[in-house]
């Protein structure tokens, strides 16, 4: 509403009492003072004539933003920019590949514009009363350049809504494809997540250990901890890593159902639609003539706006100086350190050698600067040789002894972490042997390395104490007769694990508003208008008028248009049929009694008893196992008396992968594509003396 001068106004009706209280501004502080206190106002004078239009300036050529800086980007002068959060003017034309700096500060090149910070918004002058709206003024000469565009005037009542067409029928949904039949219910593994010593696993329970995978295959199993290699126990059937089988085919997607006919329109509106945007605004027409005067009214209009502050009044006289306060019987700080003085003159006589300084703390952590050697300790070659963690950790030895015990350490509790060798020389004789005792682990073989038994051969073995029962090893210098097992196949993929918690969101404080920048020269005289530039922010508001005595009236809030009804919603389409499932496939199957394998022969292992057998069939009396197609893992532990010639898995008869000259404990892996009627079976090869296979052997496998 327009500010009204205050002889337009009606007079009171109800004299001041004088004890009423006005808000006034005192030494640039805003207080309250009862109206008896203030002055009368004198009476106001009379309006001067409105000075002509001034003529419209040449429209300058404004800055023009250019995103981020970018040293490919050839830059005119007034082009801005931003950099590392700053904003900077180019003040040369052809400006390429030069980079802005990296500070509050311009160069040659770019000048820094500092970001202003925001004024303050000003106070809200109260509403006068409408005044009469003037005779529209004759229009002003045509100008050559465009005028600034003015504002939209308001929007017209929306005009009612036609009526709604009639919904569409609905399309009819296509037929729902018949369902599969349910496959056969299987005997699946049992998830128990990670090997905990104080649980009782079932046949069949399956559970992961230092990064393996292994399946129970006894009931009541609980305290027998599985192998840290990749082999299998009595207790435990280690199960390489599968790989992923393949992605099951898409579904079909089913057909979409007609769209349904278009409902006919609404009947035509007898309202006139929405007024369109006001035309530009004339010129400035001559000042009305002043209205009536309201009825006076007999409730005080709201406050008028604060005055601005007055001028301050001088200083006045320095008070004297107070009386000296208290000794302090707290010393006061420390100065600082002066300068240092110069060097004194050399002395020619040496000083006294000073103290020997105290021994170093043993067992401490430290950090070394240099190389550091260990002196390195030597065992005695004997029928047992134990070395003593508590003595060193680096040894050599020279062995004249054949099956040596390489006993358990001494004070392994105290070692756990420590790493060291023992590097080992054979005498002359040769034919030397090691046999390690139980808390040596070897890694990444079934049974325990040989070391090279010829006179003079040289080796190594390296150790780490892993826990006070535990100490992993490996030798270099193997004996050529002993090879590694093969790797395992990989796994399947576990599920994965569950989405943690989302983090609470940081707060950051909000930074300063910089100080605004300082205004530009004006740009040179235009003869072409240029495009019109970005809107300014909203100038400071002017100060406010005299406050009214009599509130004005409020405008009444235009009606907000009526929303037009939703279109219907087609209809959705069937659910097309969903993919097959896969099938898996797993069994495990052991000997009911021992078996003797005669001497020079090859038989086929009699896995007569299955302890289950999933989505495959397995033949007790054939003693073959014939998986669905896919692909298959295959498993065979063997307990011997002693060690035989070979053991392999056959695949309808032939060799599929074998292993030669195993241990009497055997344990054979291999991965395989079966077609659906390819059937695998366990078989070994005897040297010239007989053997017998114990209780316990286990024949296994799965697929996918």
Do not use: C
């Not at 009492?17 to 207080?31: F, H, K, R, S």
């Not at 003037?134 to 005028?147: E, L, M, Q």
């Not at 006919?264 to 005067?293: I, L, M, Y």
């Not at 003797?596 to 073959?624: H, P, Q």
């Amino acid at each position: 509403m327009p500010d009204l001068k205050i002889s337009l106004l009606p007079a009171a009706t109800v004299p001041l009492a004088g004890d009423e209280l006005v808000p006034i501004v005192q030494n640039g502080v805003t207080v309250r003072a009862p109206a008896g206190q203030i002055a009368a106002q004198g009476p106001v004078g009379a309006t001067g004539p409105s000075g002509a239009p001034g003529a419209s300036g040449v429209a300058g050529e404004g800055l023009r933003p250019r995103g981020a800086w970018d040293n490919t980007t050839v830059y005119a002068v007034g082009d801005y920019i931003t950099y590392l959060s700053r904003t900077f003017v180019s003040l040369i034309a052809g400006n390429s590949g030069n980079q802005p700096p990296n500070a509050d500060v311009g160069d040659s090149n770019w000048m820094w514009v500092p970001s202003g910070a925001a004024g303050q918004v000003g106070a809200t002058g109260p509403s006068g009363t409408r005044g009469a709206t003037g005779a529209t003024g004759p229009s002003g000469a045509a100008s050559t350049v465009p005028g600034p565009t003015g504002p939209v005037g308001p929007t017209g009542a929306d005009g009612p809504t036609g009526l709604s067409g009639g919904e569409g029928a609905t399309g009819p949904v296509g037929a729902t494809g018949a369902t599969g039949p349910s496959g056969p219910i299987g005997q699946g593994l049992t998830p128990r997540g990670e090997w905990d010593a104080g649980t009782t696993y079932a046949d069949g329970d399956y559970i992961t250990f230092n990064g393996r995978t292994f399946v129970s295959l006894i009931d009541s199993n609980t305290g027998n901890e599985p192998p840290d290699a990749d082999v299998g126990s009595s207790e435990w059937m280690w199960v390489p890593s599968g790989a992923a089988g393949q992605v099951g085919a898409t579904g079909a997607t089913g057909a979409t159902g007609p769209s349904g006919a278009t409902g006919p329109s609404g009947a035509a509106s007898t309202v006139p639609g929405a007024t369109g945007a006001t035309g530009p605004s004339g010129g400035v027409g001559a000042t009305g003539p002043t209205g009536a005067s309201g009825t006076p009214s007999s409730v005080a209009g709201p406050s008028g706006a604060t005055g601005p502050s007055g001028v301050a009044g001088p200083s006045g006289p320095t008070g004297a100086t107070g009386p000296s306060g208290t000794p302090s019987s707290v010393a006061g700080p420390t100065g600082a350190t002066g300068p240092t003085g110069p060097s004194g003159a050399a002395s020619t006589v040496a000083g006294p050698t000073g103290a020997t300084g105290p021994s170093g703390v043993a067992d401490t952590a430290r950090e070394w600067t240099t190389n550091q050697r260990r002196r390195g300790t030597t065992l005695t070659s004997g029928t047992t040789i134990t070395p003593d963690l508590a003595v060193d950790q680096d040894w050599t030895l020279l062995l004249a002894h054949t099956g040596a015990t390489l006993a358990n350490p001494s004070n392994m509790a105290s070692g756990v972490g420590m790493k060291g060798s023992i590097s080992g020389t054979n005498s002359t004789a040769g034919g030397y042997s090691l046999v390690y005792g139980s808390y040596w682990k070897p890694i990444g073989w079934a049974t325990a390395p040989s070391i090279p038994s010829a006179a003079n051969a040289l080796w190594r073995i390296d150790y780490h104490v892993v826990s006070a029962t535990r100490i992993d090893f490996s030798v270099s210098g193997v004996a050529a007769e002993d090879v590694p097992l093969p790797p395992g196949a990989t796994g399947a993929t576990g599920p994965a694990g569950a989405t943690g918690a989302t983090g609470p969101t940081g707060v950051g404080a909000t930074g300063a508003t910089g100080v605004a920048g300082a205004t530009g020269p004006s740009g040179a005289a235009s003869t072409v208008a240029g495009p019109t530039g970005a809107t300014g922010p909203a100038g400071a508001t002017g100060p406010s008028g005299a406050a009214s005595i009599i509130p004005g009236p409020t405008g009444a809030t235009g009606p907000a248009g009526a929303t037009g009804p939703s279109g219907a919603s087609g209809p959705v389409g069937a659910t097309g049929p969903s993919g097959s499932g896969g099938s898996a496939s797993a069994f495990r199957a052991t000997n009911s009694a021992t078996q003797s394998i005669g001497a020079s022969t090859s038989v086929k292992i009699a896995f007569d008893t299955s302890s289950f057998s999933v989505g495959g069939s397995y033949d007790t009396t054939n003693r073959r196992w014939t998986p669905p197609a896919g692909v298959v893992l295959l498993n065979a532990m063997l307990q011997l008396n002693q060690t035989i010639t070979s053991a392999e898995f056959r695949k309808n008869g032939s060799t599929l992968v074998g292993i030669n000259a195993p241990a009497a404990a055997v344990n054979l892996n291999a991965v395989d594509s079966a077609n659906g009627t390819d059937y695998y079976e366990v078989w070994v090869t005897n040297g010239a003396t007989a053997r017998t296979l114990s209780l316990g052997s286990t024949f296994s496998g799965m697929g996918d």
